[in-house]
């Protein structure tokens, strides 16, 4: 039994170099430590407690299966922690884990190859080192012989036996076991999906008689409304906003024309959950409001809008497949693999322009961009790469940053789909103030989140843990725009604001009057009311650094 206590030892030692390297955190690691010992002593004690030299090999079958197994978890943990900033728990881990394709999965393994890799140098190492450690062990033993376990052992490892079957009565520890981790989540993101179907069955059926909304038109005659969402879209990479590259000379040759909102964060990191709250009555605080009171699209139409959703996303993408789905009409344009492929954003001008040429007086237009998603290079034609291997203010700044040349190859790539972002937006602008020129028309422009692309570190991509991640653009054009003096538009456009608040703006953008509408969330308003604002749990106060 000597023996088997320091295999279990040497194997949690393997664990603590995961947790010492910041892999998994002291809660993850503590938790599978008590697991992994619990089951080696437990399963190993008892077979080396009634089977003797006979449940030796059983043992050592238990230790080469069960200790890589747990490794291979702390590996990936620590992976998606680096990568996403949370541990694969959060919505919005699950729903990029699961709900994805075959060639997303693919672009996903070659932009975040590196990080991939070193992951799994850590799991080949750390389960090479103890393995050969064990067998070393082993040696130790069969020098040494052993003698045939007395009762206080057979004892010890029924309780441990016991003690394993008792852990997993504890939900949370039950989920924490490596072998029922994964299937668990799976089964938590399928029944939320059910759940979101369901619900959002019983709102539409609710729209028969939308009577308790108090929901009314207080608008022009003719009104168009066009809400136009990005992706992972960051401020900092725009000259709109002071940066130093010429990434959006569209936007800016008409900054005059438009309200540019310098103080904005999304509610999350990732797109599923930022367009739950930004498009429901759901927040921060109440993320599950969504469920029991109506969204933009069923306001709207209630209070007499036609709704159209125009997206170069994939149609069946989970829960935004099923918001977009209430649309009086929907035009997905992306038939390849969604996120995964290159269809440029430009091709969404044709579906744009039969949707602001459509008879019904009152229009309210989502428009679902692809943006700079991941991989940057496939967001933009080849005449749109304008920064490749740039030597600039950016590229000298970086450089002296320490940002290996991976990283600043990655910020030419984003800064390119950031331009080419640009001429989309412009566009898309340009045919709104041609097509409704003497009609009200309005157009909000918003990124869904941002990125980290070797602003505060060596990492490009999705970040929870970055103020990147968070600090997104927000733009209003408006062809009926009132004049407003220059310290007056400075002050509205200085207004901090976070965008699981997007509904009430777009409500007021809509002149919809409801129960459901609150003028201190709309940052229009008179009456709006700054509050607290949270990144990833943690208060976020803008240029202070984000606690880690």
């Known amino acids: 039994m000597l023996i088997l206590f320091c295999r279990v030892l040497l194997s949690i030692a393997g664990l603590l170099l995961f947790f010492l390297f910041d892999q998994l955190s002291a ?17 190993g004690g008892v077979l080396q407690a009634w089977r003797g030299n006979a449940g030796a090999g059983a043992i050592n079958v238990l230790v080469r299966v069960v200790v890589p197994v747990f490794y291979l978890d702390a590996a990936v943990k620590g992976f998606l922690r680096g990568y996403f ?46 393995l050969l450690g064990d067998r070393y062990l082993q040696r130790w033993q069969a020098a040494r012989g052993h003698a045939a376990p007395g009762w206080p052992q057979k004892g010890f490892a029924v309780f441990m036996a016991v003690f394993l079957v008792s852990l997993h009565v504890n939900t949370t520890m039950r989920r924490e076991n490596p072998a029922l981790f994964w299937p668990l989540r799976y089964q938590q993101y399928s029944a939320q999906l059910d759940a979101m179907k369901s619900m959002q069955h019983a709102l539409t059926a609710a729209m028969a008689a939308p009577r308790d909304w108090h929901v009314r038109y207080a608008g022009e005659d003719a009104r168009t409304v066009i809400l136009v969402i990005g992706e992972s879209t960051n401020r900092a990479s725009m000259s709109l906003y002071g940066y130093p590259r010429a990434t959006t000379p569209q936007l800016d ?28 009555p759901a927040d921060i605080g109440n993320p599950d409001a969504w469920m029991a009171k ?34 009086d009409e929907s035009d997905f344009i992306n ?93 898309l602008i340009g045919m709104a103030d041609k097509a409704k020129a003497g009609r009200a028309a309005s157009l909000l422009f918003v990124s869904d989140h941002g990125q980290e692309v070797g602003y505060s570190r060596n990492h490009a991509g999705h970040s929870a843990s970055d103020k990147s991640g968070y600090e997104i653009p927000m733009l209003i054009w408006n062809n009926q725009q009132t004049p407003q003096s220059a310290a007056a538009r400075a002050a509205l456009e200085s207004r ?15 002149k919809i009057e409801t129960r459901y509408y609150a003028a201190q969330d709309d940052i229009l308003s008179s009456a709006f009311r700054p509050v607290q604002r949270f990144m990833n749990g943690l208060q976020y106060q803008r240029g202070a650094a984000l606690a880690r």
């Open 27 to 43: 809660n993850e690691c503590l938790k599978l430590s008590a697991l992994l010992a619990a089951f080696l002593l437990g399963v």
């Open 85 to 130: 900033g949370m541990r694969p728990n959060p919505n919005a881990v699950l729903q990029a884990m699961f709900a994805t394709d075959q060639a997303e999965t693919g672009e996903f393994f070659l932009h975040n190859g590196a990080a991939l890799a070193q992951a799994a140098a850590w799991f080949v190492l750390v389960t090479a080192a103890v």
């Open 253 to 280: 040759a008409m900054r005059a024309k438009l309200l540019v909102f310098n103080d904005v964060i999304s509610p999350a990191s990732s797109t599923v959950e930022s367009m739950m709250t930004m498009l429901t």
């Open 294 to 327: 109506p969204n933009l699209l069923m306001l709207a139409e209630a209070a007499g809008y036609k709704t159209f959703w125009v997206s170069n996303q994939t149609r069946n993408d989970g829960w935004i497949g099923l918001l977009a789905g209430q649309a």
């Open 335 to 427: 038939y390849g693999t969604g996120r995964g492929e290159n269809n440029f954003d430009g091709n969404l001008f044709q579906p744009f322009a039969h949707a602001l040429r459509d008879a019904a007086p009152k229009k309210l237009i989502v428009v679902h961009l692809l943006g700079a998603h991941p991989s940057y290079d496939m967001r933009y034609p080849s005449r749109f790469a304008h920064f490749d291997r740039a030597h600039d203010a950016v590229s000298a700044q970086m450089a002296s940053q320490g940002r290996s040349s991976w990283i600043r190859n990655q910020r030419d790539e984003y800064d390119n789909a950031i331009r080419y972002g640009d001429y989309v937006l412009g566009t």
């Open 496 to 510: 901090p604001y976070q965008t699981d608040k997007l509904d009430a703006t777009v409500l007021g953008l809509l």
